[in-house]
């Protein structure tokens, strides 16, 4: 779930505080439940458009301000699905390097098999060349990897100008590796949407969650990332600091949304992903069971999600993250031709059904609704 500043929200100026609603929750709320994120998780989430301007939901503005709270939860308006032929989402993998272990990464319990790639240039804007082609809504820079890491990612930064029809844009980074110089590139260039992964709000969480990481730096380097933002006096991209929802780090979550509300543009408390159970058992054994509501249904095929992998490989979720439900190669042919597959059409087929049993990675999936 998201959550925006009362302050940064576009449109919340107008709506007063609700002391009588106000009232009335706080009435209802379980015993014992207190604090920031424990009490706006309750509230009716918000809907934004993707330059965070209120749509819908005064009333839970206005609730979360008789409440006292710094922030509220919010819904991005999802663009509706304008074509089946082609995907509306992608990620494009840079890099499945990384320069961190953290535990609830697959390849932290050695599920990840792929060998290290970056992806060549070519590729990528072989890449970005058919995806401006067609609408989409959604480009994100990223998948398993820190796609900081990659050589080259000034000149692909610089590519992103060639191409005002990609969508939004989004990178996402862990921070260790930011530099000054990547801090402004990123800044100036015609990224939407800049992901950043905070995980923790005190060294000794940052540890167990990131063992060989470096709290300060990556702390730090958001400190500044926000700071040189409001240096720059630029509105994009915007600033979108994470948390994961698990056992480690639940303690922290109303510190990281009460100390960042103001300082960046959006916040993020992420479900933990259990990857069809392929992350180390530690972790796997404290996610809790999880709540369906309906009929299942994958929402990454809903949406018409592709992932690009550094190698070409090109699959319908990020959960295989190996490539082993790839539908094709795009050194070897088209998305649009994959999108227009039997393979593709397989999937979509046996997702509608109801039929998870023919393929290991649905079979064991809980992550079928994120």
């Not at 390097?97 to 609830?104: A, I, L, P, S």
């Not at 969650?209 to 500044?224: F, K, Q, W």
């Not at 949406?303 to 082993?324: A, K, P, Q």
Request: charged share 25%; aromatic share 8%; with cysteine.
């Amino acid at each position: 779930m998201e959550y925006i500043s009362l302050n940064r929200l576009g449109g919340a100026a107008g709506c007063p505080a609700d002391a009588e609603a106000a009232a009335r929750f706080r009435a209802a709320l379980p015993e014992g439940c207190k604090g920031t994120f424990a009490v706006a998780r309750r509230i009716a989430p918000v809907i934004i458009d993707f330059d965070l301007v209120m749509q819908e939901g005064a009333a839970s503005v206005s609730l979360a301000k008789g409440l006292g709270l710094p922030v509220v939860p919010c819904i991005r308006r999802q663009v509706e699905r304008a074509r089946t032929d082609f995907p509306q989402r992608l990620q494009l993998e840079l890099t499945n390097c990384c320069n961190n272990d953290c535990v609830m990464c697959p390849r932290h319990g050695g599920h990840f098999t792929r060998k290290p790639k970056h992806m060549d240039l070519d590729l990528v804007r072989r890449a970005l060349d058919e995806i401006a082609q067609h609408y989409n809504y959604q480009l994100q820079l990223f998948h398993i990897g820190e796609p900081l890491l990659h050589p080259r990612i000034f000149e692909i930064l610089d590519m992103l100008e060639d191409y005002p029809t990609l969508g939004r844009k989004w990178i996402s980074s862990k921070g260790q590796e930011l530099t000054p110089d990547i801090m402004r590139r990123v800044l100036t260039s015609k990224v939407d949407y800049f992901n950043y992964s905070l995980l923790a709000m005190t060294p000794a969480t940052y540890a167990r969650i990131v063992p060989n990481g470096d709290y300060a730096t990556v702390r730090g380097n958001l400190e500044r990332l926000a700071d040189l933002k409001r240096d720059l006096g630029v509105q994009r991209p915007y600033l979108r600091a994470q948390m994961i929802e698990m056992d480690e780090a639940l303690h922290e979550i109303d510190a990281f949304l009460d100390t960042w509300a103001d300082r960046v543009d959006l916040l993020s408390v992420n479900r933990l992903e259990t990857f069809s159970n392929r992350i180390d058992a530690k972790v796997t054994s404290a996610i809790k069971p999880r709540e369906s509501i309906g009929p299942r249904a994958c929402k990454r095929l809903e949406r018409g999600d592709l992932y690009i992998l550094s190698n070409g490989e090109v699959t319908v979720c990020d959960t295989d993250f190996n490539g082993e439900l790839s539908l094709g190669n795009l050194n070897e042919t088209t998305l649009a031709e994959m999108a227009r597959g039997a393979r593709y059409r397989q999937i979509i087929d046996s997702h509608e059904r109801g039929d998870y049993s023919q393929i290991e990675l649905c079979r064991h999936c809980e992550d079928w609704n994120l």
